[in-house]
């Protein structure tokens, strides 16, 4: 395993109390509060906040006061750019056993890393506690994402309590129930693409640059860091229970923020010396079939993933052809010495049900990490003898219409007690 552990800890003038933005393709570095800019201004390139002093898990939830949570993302706080968010408050999530699926997949532990247990039901609330807190510091007016809904969801109520403007726009019929009315209730505009997410990124990124909203997809690096305390918590939470780290960690891939987000994560704790190389979790994407064009790339290898105009799976939150995030997660699974798989939605939806039937409801998206690690399994890529995390990253409840699809039937029965019995007998 080699991590790209090149970036320099020595602050540039540019920094900000030891906070700065570097370009991961040319090095250049970039004040962090002062211009708003999603990418590199010489070469367009992904930008990345570094810090000068990186924490030790020691550090974590230290000087803490009543003044503000001291618990989930803000507990991290060391390893972010601020003290607080606009925080509801988000992180700190579930790290569920599930004994049956366990012994199903045939590993030596299995933990589901639950974050449809956040505030808004998605893990999108990790990075705009942050996101916003950063656009307030901007003092920008108006605020706008494109999203396969969870970002919509999230976006509209951090924007709401930071009683900021949103705007979203969603690909038209494509959006899961009950992210639409998230964000149609906590007050986002909301404007219906016809064409898919991709093309719906493609304006936002447009009117960004407009200077007509400012934009809080996960290509804003500031996302990124509010995510990444999800690979904080894993390793913490699971150190405590297992006295090791996780051999692996699976997650679903749509824009590859999150994987982008975790890796970060693992390099900062190596760098501060908080855990060895040797501990990184190996970071395994997967994706659905009709949108897999990370699992492409991994598969022949290349270094940039090819735009799949095409896009279609039932597991709408990642019906996703253009992985903005590409240039930040492909180091990141090939580094860790991780790998991407692609499944089917069948596969998908029986993962959903495992899961279900464990008491862990999660949305389809969420179930193809489940979905992934089996057929990994049955491939023989991943050992039994491997402890593994799957992250699950949106509630059950997102999709209504999905886990009716995949559920049992309400049967019809008389108003009687006798017919009741009657009717369970047969
Ligand atoms: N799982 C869920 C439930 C999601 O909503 C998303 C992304 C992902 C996984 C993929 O995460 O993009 O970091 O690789 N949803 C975005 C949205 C695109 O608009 O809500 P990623």
Redesign the pocket.
Known sequence: MSLDLAASAEAPACADDGVWLTCIACGETFAPFTDVRYTCDDCDGLLEVRYADLPTFAEFGAGADSDGPDRGVWRYREALPFDVGVTLPEGDTPLHRVDRLEADVGVDALRVKH??MNPTG???DRGMTVGVRVAEELGVGRLA??????????LAAYGGRADLQTLVLLPSGKVAAG?IAQASLHGARILEVDGN?DSCLDIVQDLAARGEAYLL??LNPFRLEG?KTIGFEILEEFHADYDTYPDRIV???????????LYKAFRELVQSGAIDEADVPKLT?VQAEGAAPMVEAIEEGNDEVRRWEEVETR?T??R?GN?V?APK?LPGIRNTGGTAVAVSDEEITDAQRDLAHEGVGV?P??A?SIAGLKKLRREGVVDDDEQVVCL???HLL?DPDAAYEAGSEPEPVPNDTDDVLAHLAE
Do not use: M, W
């Open positions: 974050e449809g998605s893990f999108k994402c494109a999203s396969t809904g969870n970002t919509s969801a999230a992210k997410f997809n996960s995510q997650l679903p891939v749509g824009n590859a923020g999150n994987t982008a987000a994407g597991a939150a990642i996703i992985p995030n997660a949305e998206a969420s193809a699950t990253t949106g997102k």
